[in-house]
């Protein structure tokens, strides 16, 4: 959000000193996840796409593979997608903002004082859903995460490209529902190589399953080749 | 997006700063807006609702009825808007925010110094795609709307509630979509009365046509209301 403060000099010196701080406390997370060999993902979007319920696949899914996950959740208000992700077995904590429009590198410091993290493989971080504010903020994550689904149009990386720049990998989802949508999922493809070029993307849909098998090998396949892990 | 800047009391007294001067100019051009007779409609929502779509069906619709429209729409990147809402025959501009997450009432002012509002009837702005952030930017309108999309989830109003909230109409969206999205739209018009009660709701689609008659006699009633008009 700083990022947009239009701008006198003033404003823009404190929007420089706040991204300061939130990368210095970023630096700081990112350390202690690569001692914990924790691979963190933070997963960014506009509201609506689909977060939740990939999150909760992809929770399941890694157990169901052996491994231990844990979720941060952030949401200006209610526990609705705490509770919902709790539902994965995993340990998951609701990060309301009150308002705030993206979540902070201090806020998920706070969040995991009184977590183990060694005891994990994997901490998911899902933002608050917001297009353009959550760029600016890193919050330690090993890989950043767009979802862009097929009910948004598939322009969005074009209006968008700020966030979608900023990220490692792209995952469409609502992929059954592209037809009814009249969206063309090449054409989004497309979008985002333009914005990001060879940014891996999965189309994907939690209802059908479509791509959550490969999605998932793939998040095996990045904590592996790790520095944590090196 | 001043709103959700954390902290300090540096930056709360700066963000109240933009606040009050954004409201001073809202105030200049609501009374301009009303000298000129003109009925100007803030149209929020997140990404990807259809706000194009119904705005450019909204367009038409009054056209046809002899109604004399234009239209701002903001986006952070792109003209594609424009280009599409252009399409109706209305005089259109498009505002590039470059990153910034929300309209501003000096945007508005600065996009309509060389149009002479007497000209119109309706002007509309389609603010950018953000839950959050547009909140607290009064534009002088004379009338807020806020789009739902049954894509989305029918618990935006409850995770987003302070954008809902200060809204004075509310149209859902994409509703020949319902069924394929396990959207309960009962439910989404529940959570929009718990957030804001008496609100007035539309069920539409901009693919069927469903609401949009009722939407314009809504649109005209509420200019032939308006205290412009007494």
């Known amino acids: 959000m700083t990022q947009n403060t239009p701008g ?40 609506g796409t689909g977060k939740t319920r990939l ?12 491994l231990q996950v844990a979720a941060l959740v952030g949401d200006p208000e209610t526990d609705h997608d705490a509770l919902r992700l709790a539902r994965s077995g995993a340990p998951v904590k609701q990060i309301r903002t009150h308002g705030i429009c993206h979540l ?5 410091h706070e969040q995991l004082v009184d977590w183990n993290l060694a005891e994990f493989d994997y901490l998911f971080i899902e933002n608050v859903g917001n297009l353009v504010c959550t760029t600016n903020y890193d919050l330690g994550e090993s890989l950043r ?35 009814a949508c009249e969206c063309d999922i090449e054409e989004a493809r497309k979008n985002l190589q333009r914005v990001r070029p060879n940014i891996p993307i999965w189309n994907t849909s939690a209802k059908t399953g479509q791509g959550m098998s490969e999605w998932l090998d793939f998040l095996i396949a990045q904590k592996n080749a790790s520095p944590s892990e090196v």
Chains 1, 2 share one sequence.
């Open 104 to 108: 902070e590198a201090e806020m998920i």
């Open 8 to 47: 006198s000099p003033r404003i823009i010196e404190l929007r420089q000193n706040i991204l300061k701080k939130n990368d210095e406390r970023a630096r700081v997370l990112r350390s202690q996840f690569q001692a914990d060999r924790l691979f963190v993902v933070n997963l960014v979007s506009g509201p």
């Open 145 to 179: 995460v767009v979802l862009l689904s097929v009910t948004e149009g598939e322009d969005k990386p074009l209006k968008y490209p700020a966030l979608f720049n900023t990220a490692d990998a792209a995952i469409i989802t609502k992929c059954d529902l592209a037809e």
């Open 55 to 66: 999150l909760e696949e992809t929770l399941r899914g890694l157990r169901d593979r052996g």
